[in-house]
């Protein structure tokens, strides 16, 4: 019997000031913010590469074009 994956990553959209806010102080919010995209889509392209059955869930919509992948 084949066992099936489900992966599903969690993601904040990435709005300078909302996210990564801990690593502003070195990076700057905007600079945060680009952090959080190239790790939404760093995420999602592992577990894809994992499991075809991969879902993102994006906060607070699906709407952020960084969700667009």
Known sequence: MKKTCLIQVFAKAPVAGTCKTRLAPSTGYRGAARIQHE???????????FSPNTELWCAPSCSHPA???
């Open 67 to 69: 969700f667009a992948l």
């Open 39 to 49: 790790l939404i889509h760093l995420s999602v392209d592992k577990a894809a590469a």
